[in-house]
């Protein structure tokens, strides 16, 4: 029997053990977490940057204010007994925090007393104010700390800013609700732009953080920044002159921009209409994308001098060949014609490309085999998205090397066969300005990793698409182009211009037929020493019918900004006016 109840006291003295050790535990576990606090310490998003270091959308860090009014009405004391002088202070503390954050965050008393008194179960922790800077939180603290007042935190928060509203917002882009890229340079560099949260966690009692207690930090680490190659300034009088276009043509949008053919870097890059980026949820959506590099469109006549420039560089004409251009020419099953009626002219190619002769041109395009020629065009970039890297681009549309032969007379003046994007016409007329070099557009000109380091992103290589001396009189026959012009539309002071007029009918889905034109203008200057290029395209104007006169203006009022606001030098000596046909009348 001694044996039996010994052996049952055994086993209830160990399971009182065993119940003492995990009941030991539990509570030890609670305590600690009841005596942890912890939160995150946000990452601020990278900002954009111009070329010139100028900011164009960045993280301002700002700090939510809640105020603790259980730890206010016992003066930091808590649960803690409280002396005659504590009870003193608490008594006096609402109203003095009032009066601080009436001095930092303005307001009146009675906007924070009513939370700063709070006595209901679970209404202690209040909101006080958002959106304030870091700055003046820490002033409030100081101010908090020197009247020895406890009771107010802050929550980390912060907004992404545009300070310069609308301005390159399509490239650019926004950020959702969540600070989340939704579009733009935002949306398609989101994890480069986007940093890494830290966390810090620490120790506390009832009187506040217990300095000796354990601490774990895990610091943020900030988003890459990202430098463009977009000039603000000159960003800045595009859209201007856009804005003016567009109202006075009565267009549906424009767009446009300019570069430095040498590098490839793009310095503006715009359309009108557009949006404002700190109200993007109110953003009409169709003014949100780059329409300049997701909307194709018919290039009209500038394709003309991509085919002009690779049957040259194949030697199957020259600039003074003469071609005997009839009134009209069979493509398919219909005829061409050109803008203005004649009977059979006699031009040189030179006149071809400076008269935009539609038919002059399918007759030069139906010497070279048709592969030839669409690698030409393949090689110039069409067909192919440029990889500038904004969200959405479109390839366009490069009929394949066997197209039929109405789909070739089409390509070559630039008609429906064809369709491009802004970017990859402007790129593919830049090579010409480059000495015949294809360099790919640049948009992005550096990226700042977190420790302060730059690198330039890897773009394509550069490569030749015709001879330097072709490009050479192409440059020549632009400005042969420029001088036809008898209302000066393209003439600049003091440089010697090229430039080329596009219009084109626009086809409508709905109806199967062509609705509304689109006409545009490219130059390039110096045409000696070409520097810079700028092409602008207008879309579905209702007053004014050509490029010449819907986009001509605004293309020369950009490239003598452009050509002024980069000090390039200009044109010296004598400018040439070459013939655009044969003198005599032959037959």
Request: overall charge negative; hydrophobic content about 40%; glycine content about 10%.
């Amino acid at each position: 029997l001694l044996i039996v109840v010994a052996v049952v006291f055994s086993l209830a003295a160990g399971r009182a053990v065993q119940v003492q050790a995990i009941d030991a535990s539990s509570v030890a576990e609670q305590a600690a977490d009841q005596m942890t606090v912890s939160h995150v310490l946000p990452a601020l998003r990278g900002a954009i940057l111009d070329r010139n270091g100028d900011v164009l959308a960045e993280t301002q860090g700002t700090v939510r204010i809640m105020a603790d009014a259980r730890m206010i009405r016992t003066n930091g004391r808590m649960s803690a007994p409280m002396t005659d002088s504590d009870k003193v202070a608490a008594a006096a503390a609402p109203e003095k925090i009032a009066a601080i954050l009436v001095q930092f965050v303005g307001g009146t008393p009675e906007d924070y007393l009513p939370k700063l008194t709070k006595t209901g179960e679970g209404e202690s922790y209040q909101k006080i104010a958002e959106g304030v800077s870091a700055a003046t939180y820490r002033q409030i603290q100081t101010a908090m700390s020197t009247d020895k007042l406890v009771g107010l935190s802050d929550i980390n928060e912060s907004s992404r800013v545009y300070p310069n509203g609308v301005l390159a917002a399509n490239v650019i882009g926004a950020v959702n609700s969540s600070g989340v890229g939704a579009s733009g340079l935002e949306y398609a560099f989101n994890t480069v732009l986007t940093g890494t949260d830290g966390k810090e966690a620490y120790e506390v009692s009832p009187n506040g953080r217990i300095p000796l207690g354990d601490n774990a930090l895990v610091e943020p680490v900030d988003g890459r920044s990202i430098q463009l190659t977009i000039d603000n300034g000159l960003q800045w009088q595009v859209e201007q002159i856009l804005g003016d276009r567009v109202r006075q043509s009565n267009a549906k949008r424009a767009f446009a921009i300019v570069t430095n053919p040498l590098t490839g870097e793009i310095l503006a890059l715009a359309q009108y209409p557009t949006f404002d980026p700190n109200e993007a949820g109110k953003a009409d959506q169709k003014n949100v994308p780059a329409r300049a590099v997701t909307d194709p469109y018919t290039p009209g006549s500038v394709q003309k001098l991509l085919t002009i420039a690779s049957l040259m560089d194949m030697g199957l004409t020259s600039p003074t060949d003469v071609v005997r251009i009839p009134s009209r020419i069979k493509s398919g099953d219909q005829y061409i014609t050109d803008a203005m009626a004649h009977g059979t002219i006699y031009l040189y190619t030179r006149g071809v490309l400076a008269n935009s002769s539609n038919i002059g041109t399918i007759i030069l395009a139906r010497r070279a085999e048709k592969k030839a020629l669409h690698d030409y065009y393949a090689s110039f970039g069409l067909g192919q998205k440029t990889g500038i890297g904004l969200p959405g681009e479109s390839a366009g549309v490069l009929p394949a090397a066997d197209m039929p032969d109405y789909a070739r007379d089409g390509l070559a003046f630039g008609g429906s066969a064809v369709s491009v994007t802004m970017i990859q016409e402007a790129a593919a007329v830049g090579a010409l300005a480059n000495g015949g070099v294809y360099n790919p557009p640049r948009l992005i000109k550096s990226i700042t990793q977190a420790d302060g380091t730059t690198v330039e992103p890897t773009v394509a290589e550069p490569h030749r698409v015709v001879s330097s001396e072709v490009a050479a009189d192409m440059m020549s026959m632009m400005e042969t182009m420029a001088q036809q012009s008898t209302s000066h539309t393209f003439d600049v002071q003091g440089y010697r211009v090229g430039a080329k007029t596009g219009t084109s009918r626009k086809y409508n889905q709905a109806c199967h037929c062509f609705r509304g034109l689109v006409t545009s203008a490219i130059s390039v200057g110096p045409v000696d020493d070409p520097q810079l290029l700028a092409y602008v395209v207008v879309d579905t104007p209702t007053r004014g019918s050509s490029g010449s006169s819907v986009a001509g203006p605004a293309v020369q009022d950009i490239i003598s900004l452009a050509l002024a606001r980069y000090g390039v030098p200009q044109s010296t000596g004598k400018v040439p006016h070459l013939p655009v046909g044969p003198k005599k009348k032959l037959e």
